[in-house]
């Protein structure tokens, strides 16, 4: 059974930094793009980094270039999603999701993570 399970939210005061894993198991996923997304209250869920299995070939959105950084430790079978500078409009619960290669949609979600960075 694939688990995707998200960790490291919390509330944090604009400026601040936390950072989020996602712990993955159950098959192998050394050939998936895994990513982090996130959804606002009363938004639709947003694209925020991804990045191969094997750390290579990062993207971010422009709204978290330079503050975010998406990482990946395959020993832990963990993927990281570094949150620098934060600002209030980051506020949202942040999920975990793994894309196959021949997936043109995530395969597997996790559960989410809140981030709260109060104005």
């Known amino acids: 059974q694939v688990q995707l399970v998200e960790s490291g939210g919390g509330l944090v005061q604009a400026g601040g930094s936390l950072r989020l894993s996602c712990a993955a198991s159950?098959?192998?996923?050394?050939?998936?793009?895994m990513g982090w997304f996130r959804q606002a209250p009363g938004k639709e869920r947003e694209f925020v980094a991804n990045?191969?299995?094997?750390?290579?070939?990062?993207y971010y959105a422009d709204s978290v270039k330079g503050r975010f950084t998406i990482s990946v430790d395959n020993s832990k079978n963990t993927v990281y999603l570094q949150l620098n500078s934060l600002k209030p409009e980051d506020t949202a619960v942040y999920y975990c999701?793994?894309?196959?290669?021949?997936?043109?949609?995530?395969?597997?979600w996790g559960q989410g993570t809140q981030v709260t960075v109060p104005s």
């Open positions: 999701a793994a894309r196959g290669p021949a997936s043109l949609t995530n395969d597997y």
């Open positions: 159950g098959r192998t996923f050394s050939m998936y793009t």
């Open positions: 990045v191969k299995w094997s750390g290579d070939n990062a």
